[in-house]
């Protein structure tokens, strides 16, 4: 904010910190190194499959091609899209909460610093797994060390996010002003207590499930081979027992910017707080039940499938309710159209597709249509490129005044904004047909027909115009961040409303 | 809250469409999941990376399968290594093979020609050409050679596999 461009700090002071503020910009810092550099490789991925065959010079072989795209998953699942939001979270739930820092200021930087740590090993292990790490080819065909280092990669960064959660869920319940009731809390703070609660069920599981995967990578156990009287399904429950409330773990915090910014910039209050809350609380609750979904091609009997489908449709309306709340709330709003209102109205709609893709893939027998196809990353890049990415990138715009007392370019912003609806949707609403055609996901090249030749080639181009997008966001930051007009900061958007108590904020101590 | 109204009236709309949709989906499914007691058996076997098939008679396939026209097929669909998923996206069939495990899934083959086999689950290094041929015939013939014309319909996995 103001005071970190007013008085310069030497690096070392930054990061030797233990500042809720310091160590939150440092996680949007890493948060969007990553973002970029798995949006690198995400182009690699689509000019790949521009044409079919191998293109020659660009990836030598295809398991160079499926590190890529492991390393493309998980990078971004857990280098961009958690490290972000609990960058967010650093920066504001002290604040929102009113309290002088997190609850734990020193285990808040060692959670921190765990991230890079686990980074190094990710992108240096160059694992083939794809990031969910099935076996048995995980465990008796992985090349190692990549494997290893994933595995230990992916173990960091989970005791990372637990020790973050814990951290956020001491701060919230105990550390809140006691003239501040818990249904007085913004929505974002509700929306990171929420979050890191099902990060305290979830994440253990996995945890339980990489040590597993670790022995039996060694051969000194076989949980998971079927030689040694295990079973591969068995690793698929526990990983989607996490994986699943994971991701309305990366979907909720975006939510809650997403109730940041549409009152804001509608300059309405909120439609109902009650019913965000509410939806929030049966999303976390609901989101545990619906894992095996993944999992109806695996040959689950009838009946297990019938009682994942009614669990996963039914955590369809909770979501619902927030759409339902932010279009009330824009309904007769004196709505002001800049780019971070941009951002999440787009967010929104393309979340709207990705859901309704969703209830497709729920019912049973159009699974069987659309799993393991590209529809499938047609689906869930709608909801984290979409949605959640968009949210973010919105978010950060709304953000950057408030830290750094600069404006970013506003038109700029705009032109960003365009070119990554319009990107995204080619890539991902193009990828849904691919799929109905037969295209299944993880491969390094498709069958020459005509069809998909076409529809592969839009979703690169694309890629190609969300790639440049993400170049213009980055030339406004850095631009706005050296050179941008000050910020009008008690107003900096025009809303006619205050912004950010940010004189309540604690000094550095 | 006066305005909690009109959230009600959308979220029954909201459940109401899913309890509909699930109920079809359900009723569909059910009628799927029961195999014809005449079906004939074959057995596949995935490996990385190519298909084995068995039929009832004990012949052996390697790469490609023949199949009739109108006639239900069981597959017992199990792998040697790792994952892979056998899928026939011209007819919608799709069943993980997994090793150890022996899992069902059933189909007619309504249309004649020449389709597509492939693995949806990825299995490594060659998962991505890890294909084979189907060959759907006419019930009156017993030839089982490919060569002679079919009815070709204009879908990804025939043209892929005469073009
Ligand atoms: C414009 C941006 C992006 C493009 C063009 C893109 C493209 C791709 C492509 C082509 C794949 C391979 C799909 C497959 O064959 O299964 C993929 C996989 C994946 N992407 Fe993205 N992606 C983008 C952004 C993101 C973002 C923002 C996230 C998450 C926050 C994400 C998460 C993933 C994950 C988890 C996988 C699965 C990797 C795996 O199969 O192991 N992607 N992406
Ligand atoms: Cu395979
Ligand atoms: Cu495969």
Known sequence: ?509 | MGHATIEWVYVAVVIALLIYVGADAWNVERKLDETPPNAQLIKVTAQQWFWTFEHENGTQEIGQLHVVKGVPYRFEVTSRDVNHAFNIPDFSTLIDAVPGRINNVWTIFDQSGQYLIQCREYCGFSHYQMRAKLFVEEPSSNSTSATKPVDLTPSVGATALTG
Do not use: C
């Not at chain 1, 610093?113 to 465990?139: E, N």
């Not at chain 1, 173990?155 to 007085?184: W, Y």
């Not at chain 1, 703070?189 to 996995?206: E, K, N, Q, Y």
């Not at chain 1, 365009?418 to 990828?431: D, E, K, V, Y």
């Open chain 1, 1 to 509: 904010m103001v005071l970190e461009v007013k008085k310069p700090r030497p690096v070392w002071e930054i990061l030797f910190s233990t500042h809720h503020t310091d160590i939150g910009l440092l996680y949007v810092y890493l948060a969007l190194t990553a973002f970029i550099m798995g949006g690198a490789l995400a182009l690699v991925i689509r000019t790949e499959l521009f044409l079919p065959g191998h293109q020659m010079g660009l990836v030598p072989d295809s398991t160079t091609f499926h590190r890529i795209f492991t390393v493309h998953g998980t990078n971004m699942l857990f280098l961009w899209l958690l490290p972000f939001a609990s960058g967010i979270g650093n920066y504001l739930i002290p604040i929102m909460v009113r309290y002088k820092d997190m609850a734990w200021p020193k285990l808040n930087a060692v959670a921190f610093w765990m991230i890079p740590v686990g980074m190094a090993l990710i992108w240096l292990g160059w694992s083939d797994t794809s990031w969910y790490g099935y076996p048995p080819y995980s465990t008796i065909r992985a090349p190692g060390p990549a494997a290893e280092m994933w595995i230990f990669g992916l173990k960091i960064l989970g005791i990372s996010s637990i020790l973050g959660a814990i951290n956020f869920v001491v701060t919230i319940l105990r550390m809140k002003h006691p003239d501040l009731p818990l249904m007085k809390i913004p929505l974002f703070v509700w929306a990171t207590l929420i979050t890191s609660l099902m990060i305290l069920v979830a994440m253990p599981t996995f945890a339980a499930a990489l040590i597993m995967l670790y022995t039996d990578r060694l051969g000194v156990s076989g949980f998971f081979n079927p030689a040694m009287g295990g079973d591969p399904i068995a690793y698929q429950h526990l990983f989607w027992f996490t994986f699943h409330p994971e991701v309305y773990i990366f979907l909720i915090p975006a939510v809650g910017m997403v109730y940041e910014i549409v009152p804001k910039f509608s300059r309405k209050p909120i439609f109902s707080y009650q019913s965000g809350v509410t939806a929030f609380v049966l999303l976390a609750i609901v989101g545990f039940s619906s894992w095996a979904h993944h999992m109806y091609s695996t040959g689950m009997t009838f009946t297990e499938k019938t009682v994942f489908m009614v669990g996963t449709l039914a955590a369809v309306p909770a979501s619902a309710m927030h759409v339902f709340n932010w279009m009330a709330t824009m309904w007769g709003g004196r709505i002001r159209f800049r780019a971070p209102m941009a951002f999440a109205v787009g967010g929104i709609v393309l979340f709207f597709f990705a859901g309704a893709g969703g209830i497709v893939n729920t019912a049973m027998p159009l699974d069987f249509l659309t799993h393991d196809s590209y529809w499938v990353v047609g689906h869930f890049h709608l909801f984290v490129m979409g949605q959640i990415t968009f949210s973010f990138v919105g978010f950060l715009l709304y953000f950057l005044p408030f830290i750094t007392g600069r404006m970013y370019n506003e038109r700029l912003a705009m032109v960003t904004f365009w070119f990554m609806f319009i990107g995204t949707s080619l890539i991902f609403l193009t990828q849904h047909v691919t799929g109905l055609y037969g295209q299944p996901r993880r491969t390094f090249d498709y069958v020459p027909v005509q069809p998909l030749i076409i529809l592969n080639q839009i979703s690169t181009v694309g890629a190609w115009i969300t790639g440049t997008s993400a170049a213009l966001l980055l030339a406004n930051l850095f631009h706005s961040v050296a050179r941008g007009k000050p910020a009008n900061m008690d107003d900096p958007f025009g809303i006619g409303e205050k912004y950010y108590d940010y004189a309540r904020r604690e000094p550095h101590h």
